[in-house]
């Protein structure tokens, strides 16, 4: 079935650091891909998206590119601020799992002054 | 547009009892998917309501139910309640763009409801 494998945490950064979240994924069909954020003691929110292969999704400064070829979707960001801090999951949906979400386990990212 | 809203936030219950827990979609969403989140199995599915029936299910016991009113209104039902049924539970509202061949899916998440289970 499908996956989702993300880096594990967490991540240490020091503000204006760049970023990067590994994400890859396993998949029959063809899902759409999305990170999302959750902030503490918060829900999710949908942080970005890309649909089919080789779009770039981008949201408040963080990026991330749909590859089908390596079967990847890493969240990056250019400089990091503590206002970042939170926990980053990447999940993905196919039509052959009536659009369920499948999650990976979360990176939880701290981001120090 | 109002955001997903989930009812109550907190709860604390005992092994044996049942809960109810109650969510409302973003207006005009028709879909309504439940979603559990425990440290040691991160993010599950649980169900998916769509006009009023059950139209995709996770792997869960038959302890979790749901169902969806009229109104998109959603709630779900866990009984016999376990010590392991402690967790935050994620409702989310979607909708569904179809275009040819191509369809997609947007979840939108509410705030979640806490239970704890003594």
């Known amino acids: 079935g499908d996956s989702v494998t993300q880096m594990e945490g967490p991540v240490t950064l020091s503000e204006e650091a760049f970023l990067t979240i590994n994400c890859t994924y396993t998949?029959?069909?063809?899902?759409?891909l999305f990170w999302y954020v959750q902030y503490p003691g918060e829900g999710l929110q949908l942080l970005l998206k890309?649909?089919?292969?080789?779009d770039k999704g981008s949201n408040k400064g963080f990026e991330a590119t749909y590859r089908k070829e390596t079967t990847s979707f890493h969240l990056e960001k250019g400089s990091v601020q503590v206002s970042d801090s939170a926990v980053y999951f990447c999940?993905?949906?196919?039509?052959?799992?009536?659009?369920?979400?499948?999650f990976g386990k979360g990176t939880s990212l701290l981001v120090t002054p | 547009k109002a955001g997903v809203t989930q009812t109550p936030r907190y709860l604390i219950k005992t092994r044996g009892q049942q809960v109810t827990l109650s969510c409302s979609p973003i207006?005009?969403?028709?879909?309504v998917s439940w979603y559990q989140q425990t440290p040691g199995q991160g993010l599950q599915f649980l169900f998916e309501y769509f006009s009023e029936t059950q139209r995709n299910k996770g792997n869960f016991p038959g302890r979790f139910s749901g169902r969806q009113f009229s109104n998109s209104r959603s709630e779900m039902n866990v009984s016999t309640l376990e010590l392991g049924d402690s967790a935050l539970y994620l409702c989310?509202?979607?909708?569904?763009?179809?275009?040819?061949?191509?369809?997609?899916?947007?979840?939108?998440f509410g705030p979640g409801t806490r239970l704890t289970v003594l």
């Open positions: 998949a029959t069909g063809y899902p759409s």
């Open positions: 999940a993905l949906s196919d039509v052959n799992s009536g659009y369920a979400l499948n």
């Open positions: 989310a509202s979607s909708f569904y763009y179809k275009q040819g061949t191509f369809s997609y899916n947007e979840q939108f």
């Open positions: 890309a649909t089919k292969a080789d």
């Open positions: 207006s005009g969403h028709r879909s």
